[in-house]
């Protein structure tokens, strides 16, 4: 009976527990795994470590292919020592016996000879005489030693076949490797003569010993070839020369690969890179017993049964921690969602993790931002609205009255001949008329240049000849849609701000330019903003509010957030101020938001 209630509290954790799912799960799919993986990891492991074997065997034995190449092309410096002495190449030109020449000639035999321990015999053969000097090792070879006879090259395109130099002599009853280099007098391509070096397989034994390692691996064979029909120059095994290929295929596919075979009745691996040097052929063949092979597959399966049972009592541990952090970020999600339930829209920063739980918890704050921006924004952009055009108001004193009674004057001044005196009352009554029209939010930007050309006009004839500006525009931005009153609080500012707090006189420029948005930059040389007040206007238009600003009007920071509430979030702006030289305010708004606004 206790065991049954146990089984259903297990079962009811279970299915209400993501967290025992998670473990459970986990569990199973790593205890699986690994008891099918030890079924079968014997047969996979012994493929793997074959391949693994024959990879390692042929990056082993291209380093031996390099160091036997270098040994091959340091014979070939060696025998280049003749060129090397003008005199003995003069003597070397003599079609006469001469004992002078036979003692320069074997002088520079012994040298070579002496250059190296396994130089067995160094000959040298004249073209043009027939004379044959040789320079061996008499406790080696023995004092009967007869050397092959070479046939010397009777023609420059011979001399170029590098392959044929080369070949494997026995010197004494010794395995050698015998090099020809032919002594061309050049630049007239006359053959001269013939060197020969007879060079034991000592220093080729050293170079491919590597291979062999490690010595305990018994059966392990590396043989060394060389020319087309793969005549065999070195064999670490003590066997004669024709057997050492013995169950190899004569013709080896490819320039590296491996094939089965036998060695000594022992069933094994052959594998084999083949490499030129100059023009000749050279092969590298290793024979690794399978016995070899199943040692390390063996090794192999037994580290890896050690290491899953090593797993299997780790993931115990890790299992329970990766599931905790798993159902972390899910909790701390449904917190957010009770607060949200509450009514409390403010979120606690983003983890900033990376994963699906990151970008779940990523967008359920931006669904939540978006929800209380469409729960508000109506709101919020009828009472900022409303307050801007309160503060527009609050800037005029009775414009109706004014208007009236400006017109009643510049008719008056017009029956007196002050036509200048009618002009800018003309102006300031289009001013006038421009922003009392609380009615109209949006007007044609060419509207709105009209009135700050009356504006600028105004303040001209105040400033007389201390005040100029300039204006340029596209055409292509005249009939744009914008809010109306946004350039003459710019344009206010760097007068009052930078010319009358300043020098007194100055130049403003606007400029207004459409590519992928409508760009308006208001530039003026006067005061300036030093960066602790630029920085204090980019806070207070952080806080989204309206200002009225220092001079009464509606200001530099109104300005700004109407153009946000029309055109957020693609519109942008900036302040760059140089004092004195250049204050720039730039204003970047959308095209596709401005055709929005005029439809």
């Known amino acids: 009976m206790e065991s049954y209630h146990e089984q259903g509290r297990f079962y009811m954790w279970l299915k209400r527990s993501l967290f025992a799912k998670l473990l459970i799960g986990m569990l199973i799919s790593v205890i699986i795994p690994l008891s099918l993986s030890a079924m079968i990891s014997y047969k996979t492991t012994s493929r793997s470590m074959e391949r693994q074997v024959i990879e390692l065997n042929q990056s082993t034995m291209d380093s031996g292919m390099d160091n036997i190449k270098q040994y091959l092309n340091d014979l070939n410096h060696i025998s280049l020592a003749f060129y090397y002495d003008q005199t003995l190449m003069r003597y070397l030109r003599s079609r006469e016996i001469v004992p002078a020449h036979m003692m320069a000639t074997t002088s520079q035999l012994v040298n070579i000879y002496n250059s190296r321990p396994e130089f067995r015999a160094v000959r040298y053969v004249s073209a043009l005489t027939g004379e044959s000097i040789v320079n061996a090792d008499i406790a080696r070879v023995g004092i009967n030693m007869v050397l092959p006879s070479t046939a010397i090259p009777q023609s420059e395109s011979e001399v170029m076949?590098?392959?044929?130099?080369?070949?494997?002599?026995?010197?004494?009853?010794?395995?050698?490797l015998a090099f020809h280099k032919p002594i061309v007098d050049y630049p007239r391509a006359e053959v001269l003569g013939m060197v020969s070096i007879y060079a034991g397989l000592s220093e080729i034994e050293k170079r491919i010993r590597p291979l062999t390692i490690p010595a305990h691996h018994q059966g392990v064979q590396v043989f060394l070839y060389m020319q087309k029909d793969m005549k065999l120059l070195y064999s670490s095994a003590n066997v004669p020369a024709e057997r050492a290929g013995e169950g190899l295929m004569p013709e080896l596919p490819g320039e590296r690969g491996s094939i089965s075979g036998k060695w000594k009745g022992s069933s094994g691996i052959y594998i084999y890179v083949r490499d030129h040097y100059l023009d000749l052929?050279?092969?590298?063949?290793?024979?690794?017993?399978?016995t070899v092979v199943n040692e390390s597959a063996v090794q192999t399966l037994n580290r890896s049964l050690i290491i899953q049972l090593i797993a299997v009592v780790f993931v115990l541990v890790l299992a329970a921690i990766l599931s905790y952090l798993t159902i972390a970020p899910v909790k701390r999600l449904l917190r957010s969602i009770a607060r949200v339930e509450t009514g409390n829209f403010e979120?606690?920063?983003?983890?900033?993790?990376?994963?699906?739980?990151?970008?779940?918890?990523?967008?359920?704050?931006?669904?939540?931002?978006n929800l209380d921006d469409l729960m508000n924004r109506e709101y919020r952009n009828r009472l900022e609205l409303s307050t801007a055009r309160l503060k527009m108001l609050q800037a005029q004193i009775n414009p109706h009255f004014l208007y009236n009674t400006f017109q009643s004057i510049g008719t008056l001044a017009?029956?007196?001949?002050?036509?200048?005196?009618?002009?800018?009352?003309a102006e300031l009554g289009a001013i006038l008329r421009y922003s009392m029209d609380l009615q109209t939010e949006t007007v044609p930007l060419q509207k709105e240049i009209q009135h700050i050309e009356h504006y600028l006009s105004l303040q001209m004839g105040r400033f007389k000849n201390k005040l100029s500006y300039t204006l340029s525009c596209s055409p292509e931005a005249m009939s744009m849609h914008v809010p109306k009153m946004i350039l003459q609080p710019l344009v206010e500012n760097s007068i009052i701000?930078?010319?009358?707090?300043?020098?007194?006189?100055?130049?403003?420029?606007?400029?207004?330019?459409?590519?992928?948005?409508l760009c308006i930059r208001v530039m003026d040389n006067g005061k300036g903003m030093n960066a602790l007040m630029v920085q204090r206007?980019?806070?207070?238009?952080?806080?989204?509010?309206?200002?009225?600003?220092?001079?009464?009007?509606?200001?530099?920071?109104?300005?700004?957030?109407?153009?946000?509430?029309?055109?957020?979030?693609?519109?942008?702006?900036?302040?760059?101020?140089?004092?004195?030289?250049?204050?720039?305010?730039?204003?970047?708004?959308?095209?596709?938001?401005?055709?929005?606004?005029a439809n």
Do not use: C
């Open 161 to 176: 076949d590098n392959a044929r130099w080369y070949e494997v002599n026995k010197i004494g009853g010794e395995l050698s």
């Open 281 to 290: 052929p050279l092969t590298i063949v290793k024979f690794v017993p399978l």
């Open 347 to 369: 979120i606690g920063p983003s983890t900033g993790r990376m994963d699906e739980f990151g970008v779940l918890e990523h967008r359920f704050q931006t669904m939540v931002r």
């Open 414 to 425: 017009l029956r007196q001949g002050s036509e200048e005196v009618s002009e800018k009352i």
């Open 497 to 517: 701000h930078g010319f009358e707090k300043g020098r007194g006189s100055g130049t403003i420029h606007i400029g207004i330019e459409t590519d992928q948005q």
């Open 537 to 597: 206007i980019k806070q207070e238009y952080a806080k989204h509010q309206f200002h009225t600003g220092q001079d009464g009007g509606i200001g530099l920071i109104n300005v700004l957030t109407r153009l946000r509430l029309h055109y957020d979030p693609g519109f942008d702006w900036d302040i760059q101020s140089a004092p004195y030289e250049a204050t720039v305010i730039s204003l970047q708004i959308p095209i596709d938001s401005l055709n929005q606004e």
